[in-house]
């Protein structure tokens, strides 16, 4: 589905079925594709189908990147079908694990929410960005949403701001206001026969939709191809026309570093990153029925990758490590001015 297609034109179902066809030419990917399609089998209403994507995910012998991910996602879908307990015992497991990635805390502590779980929902919010924030200054970009959650469950709970809600407003960019976003007593003006409190209300409501839309409809990343040192090696050995392309490793990466700060620069959005493996693309050549030495293939490579879900954002968040997977912090390595 185009990020562009309105929801009410998607058949979920027949969108769920060509994922999972997808997600059998490319095991690889098959993580990524079939949480997907069981989201569109949730949006369908198919919520026993969506559990058993989730149950296929968890038993595959290939390891998980994320397993606490489809956790999350299993419970969430479980509690909106009448498995309650089943869920709660699933979220009781995401917290004791102390994973330190910031989706499965939120989507745990967002169907506390959902269910009037409030002050449960306000310890797992706090307890996730406990373990994700430590003492950073910066609070990378995944863990905002904690951020907003939490400010939002204590505000309606009545709690007094602290530290972490007063963080929370700084970064919120919206022209209106968290507190006035999260204000339990905002649903009071939709039953007001004032004309001007009605209007506020669309005004607010209307900032919040957008907000909202922003986050879920980025269309696909522009992605460049990043090949690893081994890989590029073998490519060009193996397919000795694509020298062109690529002199050296090292050229490689600047130049692909130089592209994303032109695209960046010329307003580009939503920029990425793929890492491409020889066999990866001699089977899309394949596919293609083309040969790998074809190096207008390569572009077309990239745009697949980044469809299937397998590019990065660039540039790394603040403090994150570069692209390059040198293991050094990107602002010290690629992302430094001069690089």
Not at 36 to 61: I, V, W
Not at 96 to 105: E, L, V
Not at 108 to 135: C, I, K, N, P
Not at 206 to 231: D, K, N, T
């Amino acid at each position: 589905m185009r990020p562009d297609t309105p929801a009410e034109n998607v058949d979920h179902n027949a969108e769920a079925a060509r994922l999972e066809r997808t997600a059998g030419l490319y095991p690889e990917d098959a993580e990524h594709l079939l949480l997907q399609a069981a989201a569109h089998r949730e949006l369908a209403g198919d919520r026993p189908g969506a559990t058993a994507l989730y149950d296929r995910l968890l038993s595959s012998s290939e390891p998980l990147e994320n397993p606490h991910l489809v956790r999350a996602l299993k419970a969430s879908n479980l509690w909106e079908y009448d498995h309650e307990a089943e869920a709660r015992a699933i979220i009781d497991g995401i917290r004791a694990s102390a994973t330190r990635q910031p989706a499965p805390w939120l989507i745990v502590a967002e169907s506390l929410e959902s269910h009037d779980e409030l002050e449960s929902a306000e310890a797992t919010f706090t307890q996730g960005l406990r373990l994700l924030l430590d003492d950073t200054t910066e609070p990378p970009q995944s863990t905002h949403p904690l951020l907003y959650g939490r400010h939002r469950v204590r505000r309606m709970l009545g709690a007094a701001h602290d530290d972490w809600d007063t963080l929370a407003d700084t970064l919120h960019s919206s022209p209106v206001s968290l507190d006035e976003l999260h204000d339990p007593k905002r649903i009071w003006s939709l039953g007001s026969d004032n004309p001007a409190e009605l209007q506020a209300e669309i005004s607010r409501l209307r900032a919040e939709l957008g907000a909202y839309r922003e986050a879920l409809s980025r269309p696909f990343p522009v992605a460049v191809l990043h090949w690893p040192a081994p890989e590029l090696q073998e490519l060009v050995s193996a397919y000795p026309s694509l020298a062109t392309e690529y002199a050296s490793h090292t050229e490689h990466q600047a130049t692909i570093e130089r592209s994303l700060r032109e695209l960046s620069a010329s307003g580009t959005p939503n920029l990425g990153i793929v890492t491409g493996t020889v066999p990866s693309y001699e089977a899309f050549a394949a596919s293609e029925g083309t040969t790998p030495g074809d190096t207008t293939l390569l572009p077309q490579y990239a745009t697949t990758l980044a469809a299937r879900g397998r590019a990065v954002v660039w540039p790394p968040e603040r403090g994150g490590a570069c692209w390059c997977g040198s293991a050094r912090v990107y602002e010290g390595c690629h992302g430094a001015p001069t690089a």
